[in-house]
């Protein structure tokens, strides 16, 4: 991020493997990353003031078939949340989008935070990217849409990017993929 003309890290940046990604904010630790771990990667810069935000999940080696549902269904969640990222639609119907969803596949009590949150000359801002928020979303807003579903003592798997809300919808600011990664 340095060398790209960063100013500094946009918060304390999380990188968490295995059972310590079951929490959502995971705070890192000596636990060394170990085959068959999922890795969560919860990273933005500041440039010119502005913060960035985004979180990528991998897995080192292999992923069981939990694995690959749990990482499928927050994939869906997030494009789906995605979706209704338009000029126009309701903040509530993003958050909806992800968390019934999420719900309906029997994963609702493991998505504990909200769907995603402003973000701009501070990393947090409102809007607050929930379903009871019944602000309507306009053309230049970026907020960032960041589904998560964590099974205690387990794993956990988030996958998020900002988005700059358009007339007809929305824009990634992120360019990195988001299917699942073994490495
Ligand atoms: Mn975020």
């Known amino acids: 991020m340095k060398k790209n003309g960063a100013e ?24 060394r990353i170990e085959n068959g771990d999922f890795i969560t ?13 985004m979180t990528r999940t991998v897995a080192l080696r292999s992923v069981t078939d939990e694995m690959r549902e749990i990482y499928d269904i927050v994939l869906k969640a997030h494009y789906k949340a995605a979706d209704m990222i338009k000029s126009g639609n309701s903040i509530a119907s993003v958050d909806s989008a992800a968390r019934d969803y999420i719900s309906e596949m029997g994963y609702g009590e493991y998505f504990g935070h909200t769907t995603g949150h402003g973000v701009g000359l501070e990393i947090h801002e409102t809007p607050t990217v929930y379903h009871t928020n019944k602000e309507i979303l306009e053309p230049s807003m970026v907020i960032t849409d960041e589904p998560g579903i964590y099974l205690p003592d387990k794993f956990g798997v988030r996958i998020e990017d900002m988005y700059l809300v358009t007339e007809n919808g929305c824009e990634s600011l992120a360019l990195i993929d988001k299917e699942l990664t073994i490495l």
């Open 8 to 31: 500094k890290v946009a918060f304390d940046l999380i990188v968490v493997s295995g059972v310590n990604s079951s929490l959502p904010h995971g705070v890192p630790s000596d636990k």
């Open 41 to 53: 990667f919860d990273i933005g810069a500041v440039y010119d003031g502005y913060h960035s935000d």
